[in-house]
């Protein structure tokens, strides 16, 4: 069973994807981790960001993995646990643009769909219901007003001890979000048969609640959920 979970930044996705996974003993695959680890790199190695030749040339030569350990999903970057690094503001702005080249999306399509393969898996990110996953049995569109998404993710950065300024943030999302929605690669979109669900004022357990009925309902007589 393919569960596909989309949606703007800071709509809850990972937090929602990660207890519907551990709830139903699925896997769980961050896609946006993926986008994040080669973001990360290329600050690393100082490839400009800009280049789309050298940054899809970076992701051919490296190995991105997503490990289930104990405490949650870890990302690799060629055996490198870069988990906490991948999680800052420049990360996230880096991210969102090496995400609308099309070399480097077409080959994070394939490893996503490879990983998919596994089994049984819930898996986030701005395009699986319609182009990674397009024959997903439960596709969920996932979205909250900028405000509570700028507030969210405020109080998450603050609660992991770093700095941030709350309408910085909004205004950093609502970026974020316009150049999701409007790059030509597979763009930010709902399907066309996935299920909308606001998150704004619902805490994660509603949210949760809500989506593992959808879920259960598509899986009835299955055995599987
Ligand atoms: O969900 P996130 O904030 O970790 O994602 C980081 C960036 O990657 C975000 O700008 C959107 C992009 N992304 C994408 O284009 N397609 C995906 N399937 C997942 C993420």
Same mark, same amino acid.
């Given at each position: 069973?393919?569960?596909?979970?989309?949606?703007?930044?800071?709509?809850?996705?990972?937090?929602?994807?990660?207890?519907?996974?551990?709830?139903?003993?699925?896997?769980y695959i961050d896609t946006g981790a993926m986008y994040r680890a080669l973001a990360w790199a290329t600050l690393q190695q100082g490839v400009p960001v800009d280049n789309q030749q050298e940054v899809s040339a970076l992701?051919?030569?490296?190995?991105?993995?997503?490990?289930?350990?104990?405490d949650g999903q870890h990302v690799y970057w060629n055996d490198q646990d870069i988990t906490s690094l991948i999680r800052t503001q420049e990360?996230?702005?880096?991210?969102?643009? *090496?995400?609308?080249? &099309?070399?480097?999306?077409? +080959?994070?399509?394939?490893l996503q769909r490879m990983m998919a393969?596994?089994?049984?898996?819930?898996?986030?990110?701005?395009?699986?219901?319609t182009h990674v996953l397009p024959n997903a049995?439960?596709?969920?569109f996932l979205t909250a007003s900028v405000d509570e998404r700028a507030q969210r993710r405020y109080a998450e950065l603050i609660g992991k001890g770093n700095e941030?300024?709350?309408?910085?943030?909004?205004?950093?999302?609502?970026?974020?979000?316009?150049r999701d929605s409007e790059r030509e690669v597979a763009p930010l979109r709902q399907a066309d048969d996935a299920?909308? *669900?606001?998150?704004? &004022?619902?805490?994660?357990? +509603?949210v949760v609640d809500k989506i593992l009925t959808i879920c259960k309902q598509a899986g009835e007589g299955s055995g599987i959920v």
């Open positions: 069973m393919k569960i596909a979970i989309d949606g703007p930044a800071g709509a809850g996705k990972s937090t929602v994807a990660q207890q519907i996974a551990s709830e139903l003993n699925f896997v992701l051919t030569s490296a190995r991105i993995e997503l490990r289930r350990e104990e990360v996230s702005n880096h991210a969102s643009i *090496v995400a609308s080249y &099309g070399d480097v999306r077409a +080959q994070m399509l394939v393969e596994s089994g049984n898996v819930v898996m986030d990110g701005r395009d699986i219901g049995d439960v596709k969920i941030a300024d709350l309408e910085q943030l909004k205004q950093e999302i609502a970026e974020r979000d316009k299920v909308l *669900v606001d998150t704004t &004022g619902l805490s994660i357990d +509603q």
